[in-house]
């Protein structure tokens, strides 16, 4: 098989074909032609924490400490991450930001290595049978060895040796095509080191257990595949040589060429049972499991004119990229410009001293005439060759109009996603547009957009949050002093409860001083006709000595039924303002009702004698008073009437006002007052009305 | 006469119904509240800065559901404005100046050393972004900060800086290539400038 040429090798599997693609200049001779060189030890080693897809390693060295070659330097953190080991042994420098290779061409901490030169490995721990070790301990040793995908994207191995959530593996591929023009790493890996690629991929088919194991590999690369069908011949290994065309490369491109399945929209091959890898992981973990050596160096690329002896170089991660070019010839004044990667889907480097990383498979420095500069873009001429290329089948017309234009929720409905930014329409347009570059911009606002809307709905949540949360404790703040309000009025209440009682009483005790007042009118009227009755018969001595009795014992009366009434109207004040009074006052009241009473006896029992005294001896005492006209009895009781009944109509009209200003609760018990008091007054009118009927009849027969 | 009188009527007659038919589903398919308000409010950057006027992002939302300007919301930008403007089709008009200025992002800083711990500023933030307690250091929760800078007025010791927000690499992504819709002949060095900013590779 070694004595193969292209022209013998004969496909052995069904083949198919993707959509578009290019057949760029290959420019792989330039590198080809020799073997890997190992590169020499750079004065400084530096060491981005972040050469992997996912989260950057956690440092655990300090500054200053001294490191073997093959010592981890920063651990994995968490799933999506891989570890860092010393390239070689020295000296850790300091831990800084430094321009790393990134198109933007901004800084991201490193580990500064100075080497000492001495080259001194770490203890390893080899493994001569992988079959021995567990799949778990595999996956385990893939991690820290810090192995990620080596063939660009640096998506941590170890991950991608997990079989798909209880799914098989259908399909295991390993990726040897190496599509793009000019990158000949894969290539001089597999012809020298095509035992470590097959036994690399043995253990990934350990750890994955899948249906097959292909090796996808361009038909352009004959020695590697000799080489390779000599070192799968005691394995299940089947190399599928694929023709040679831009992007057979590519992950999606590639699964479809060899199994004629589809990555769907948004999904990943895990997602459809097959897993790809790339030939150098699979030699790394090859490696990583035998040796135990951690992914320390890599495979890379120099080429274009401008460098002077062209190769793949085995390198050390972190050795910087002005100095590794320096080591082999580069002439800064022939190159154009520098780029990382290949002249398709690389970038051009704007600081030379940025460090080879994991994933750096090939540093480009053509010159003007190896890759010229693209001629000026001119406007689209809808020629529809870019939608002929396009290997992901999209119209990359209408995607650069929606680009241009920012209408970026169109381009996502013509699945900008699904570009793998190949370059494919960028290389067939006659018109020179730079339409990856506008894809890629479009991608990054179409993403920085959607973190920009998710950033203001969480704002907006945490805003309307607060309000809730404002209006919440304004509400609490409310209830509070509701709350103490009803305290009160419940205490209050519940005092007026104790008190239901009293208010009854009260309420008797004005009916009682109706009684009274009744009485008092009945007295009167009784007294009018007592005096009627006993006109005729008087006596001067006892008219001397009895008037002024019975006048002071009514002006007592009088006194105690005002003093009765004040203390009414107190009492019922109390029952209105001062709650906690009012078992006072109807003590106070009901005392002097009976103040009242005994004065009220008094009179009737002075008037009693007095009825049996003679009437002129009255009328005497009466014409002593000058102003008096009228007879003496019936007048202070007509106009004790009058005042009672004036008092009265006031206290109702006062309770009326009173009633009228009310409070709600205060109502029922005013109104309940009010009714008493014009029972009152309504008596105290009718009394009067008597008394002064009575009067006018006496006056009359007088 | 008679068939004008028919086409009256019938004229009427179908006036009638539609009448009819329209009021109903007037009245059936009437929509509570006014959606256009979420939309509106939806485009806007929930900053909740007040810059436009309005006591935060909703009610310049309703403001401008009700017919008022769309270019009074800084932080927004031309972005917004182009957004609001494709959404209720009227036309985008320039930021209105008297509002403020288009700037980046910025994230607020407390100078913690002087903070004094004053509550001050937790108090003016509209999303709580701000953490402390009384006579203790406060400081920002910079991934929910909005930038909208109503703390620094508050601080009674000026220790709170509005910085830009460092996007780091996580947050870049490509520029746009220049426009260079210049004819073939056109050697005026552009292609060189376009290559130094790194946009074709």
């Known amino acids: 098989m070694s004595t193969s040429t292209p022209s013998k090798i004969i496909p052995t599997r069904t083949l198919y074909d993707f959509h578009g693609g290019i057949h760029p200049e290959e420019m792989k001779s330039l590198s080809n032609q020799t073997a890997i060189t190992q590169a020499p030890l750079p004065p400084k080693l530096i060491l981005p924490l972040q050469q992997h897809i996912g989260n950057p390693s956690l440092v655990i060295v300090e500054i200053g400490q001294r490191v073997l070659k093959g ?82 994207a640096g998506f941590p191995t170890e ?24 990158i000949t790493a894969d290539d001089r890996l597999i012809r020298e080191r095509a035992e470590e690629v097959v036994q690399g991929m043995e253990i990934m088919a350990y750890a994955l257990q899948p249906g097959e194991c292909l090796i996808g590999i361009e038909d352009n690369k004959p020695e590697a595949i000799a080489a390779l069908r000599e070192a799968v011949k005691e394995t299940q290994i089947e ?22 399945k589809e990555v769907p929209n948004g999904q990943i091959p895990a997602d459809i049972s097959v897993m790809c890898q790339n030939v150098g992981t699979a030699a790394a973990v090859y490696r990583a499991i035998r040796f135990g050596e951690p992914l320390i160096s890599r495979i890379t690329t120099l080429t ?68 010229p500069l693209p001629p000026l873009a001119q406007a689209c001429i809808r020629c529809g060759l870019c939608a002929q290329a ?43 547009i730079p339409l990856v570059q506008h894809y890629r911009h479009a991608k990054g606002e179409i993403k920085q957009l959607k973190l920009d809307q998710q950033k203001s709905d969480q704002a907006r949540e945490r805003f309307e949050a607060r309000q809730f949360r404002l209006d919440r404790e304004k509400s609490e703040k409310e209830a509070k002093r509701k709350a103490r309000a009803e305290a009160a009025a419940k205490a209050q209440a519940a005092k007026k409860a104790a008190e239901s009682a009293k208010p009854v009483e009260a309420s008797q005790n004005t009916k009682e001083q109706v009684d009274t007042k009744k009485a008092s009118i009945q007295a009167a009227l009784e007294r009018n006709q007592a005096k009627k009755a006993v006109q005729a018969p008087e006596t001067k001595a006892q008219a001397k000595v009895e008037p002024i009795d019975i006048e002071a014992l009514e002006t007592a009366w009088d006194k105690a039924q005002a ?31 009976v103040r009242v009473n005994q ?43 009058k005042v009672a009944q004036e008092k009265a109509q006031s206290k109702l009209d006062k309770m009326q006002d009173a009633l009228d200003n009310a409070q709600p609760e205060q109502v029922e018990k005013l109104t309940r007052a009010v009714d008493k008091n014009k029972v009152r007054v309504q008596a105290a009118e009718q009394a009067l009305n008597e008394a002064s009927q009575a009067e006018t009849s006496q006056d009359g027969k007088n | 006469m008679s068939v004008i009188v028919t086409a009256i009527l019938a004229l009427l007659g179908l006036a009638a119904v539609f009448g009819a038919l329209l009021g109903f589903a007037a009245i059936r398919f009437k929509v509570e509240g006014n959606p256009i308000v979420d939309e509106i409010d939806n485009l806007l950057p929930q900053t909740q800065c007040g810059q436009c006027g309005h006591p935060g992002c909703r009610p310049y939302a309703e403001s401008i559901a009700a017919g008022g300007d769309i270019n009074k919301c800084p932080p927004g930008g031309e972005a917004t404005i182009q957004a609001l403007a494709e959404l209720l089709d009227v036309e985008a008009t320039p930021l209105d100046a008297e509002h403020g200025e288009e700037i980046p992002t910025q994230v607020a800083v ?22 402390g307690s009384a006579k203790h250091m406060h400081t920002v929760i910079a991934s929910e900060c909005t930038g909208c800078d109503l703390c620094v007025e508050p601080c009674p010791v000026d220790c709170i800086d509005m910085v830009p927000v460092d996007q780091g690499l996580a947050g870049w992504h490509w520029n746009a290539p220049k426009d260079q819709n210049i004819i073939a002949t056109d050697k005026t060095g552009l292609l060189e400038d376009m290559v130094e900013g790194g946009n074709l590779s």
């Open chain 1, 304 to 371: 274009g004119e401008a460098i002077q002896q062209p190769g793949n170089v085995e390198v050390l991660l972190g050795t910087p990229i002005d100095w590794l070019l320096s080591q082999y010839g580069y002439q800064e004044s022939k190159a154009q410009r520098l780029i990382k990667g290949g002249p398709m889907m690389g970038y051009t480097l704007t600081h030379p001293h940025t460090p080879i990383v994991k994933t750096s498979n090939c540093i480009l420095a053509p010159t003007h005439k190896d890759l």
């Open chain 2, 110 to 131: 407390i100078r913690e050393d002087e903070c004094i711990g004053c509550t001050k500023c937790i108090q003016a933030c509209p999303i709580d972004a701000i953490l």
């Open chain 1, 239 to 260: 190399v599928c040589v694929i023709p040679t065309k831009y992007p057979s490369g590519g992950e999606k491109q590639l699964i479809k060429i060899l199994t004629d």
């Open chain 1, 563 to 593: 003093k009765l009434d004040k203390m009414h109207d107190a009492l019922e004040n109390a029952i209105v303002n001062t709650p906690e009074q009012v078992e006072k006052l109807t003590r106070a009241v009901e005392k002097n009702q």
């Open chain 1, 159 to 182: 991950v991608k040796l997990h079989p798909p959530h209880q799914d098989k593996v259908a399909t295991l591929i390993l990726n040897a095509a190496e599509c793009e023009p000019y």
């Open chain 1, 599 to 641: 004065a009220k006896q008094a009179w009737e029992q002075a008037y009693k004698l007095e009825t049996t005294a003679p009437v002129p001896a009255q009328k005497e005492t009466i014409s002593t008073k000058p102003d008096e006209s009228k007879p003496d009895a019936p007048k202070p009781d007509i106009n004790a009437l």
């Open chain 1, 390 to 432: 396009c290997p992901a089948e999209l119209l990359p017309q209408q995607l650069y109009w929606f680009s241009r234009s920012q209408e970026y929720d169109k381009a996502e409905h013509h699945n900008l996603f699904d570009c793998i930014e190949c370059g494919a329409c960028s290389y067939v347009c006659p018109s020179a």
């Open chain 1, 71 to 152: 010592e981890k330097l920063a651990d994995a953190d968490g799933k999506i991450s891989v570890a860092l080991h010393a390239p070689t042994s020295g000296i850790i420098d300091c831990i800084v930001d430094h321009p790393i290779a990134h198109p933007s061409g901004q800084s991201a901490p490193c580990i500064i290595l100075i080497p000492d030169g001495k080259d001194e490995w770490c203890e390893l721990n080899p493994c001569e049978h992988f079959e021995h070790l567990s799949v778990s301990e595999i996956q385990n040793k893939v991690r820290e060895s810090g192995i990620a995908g080596m063939g660009g």
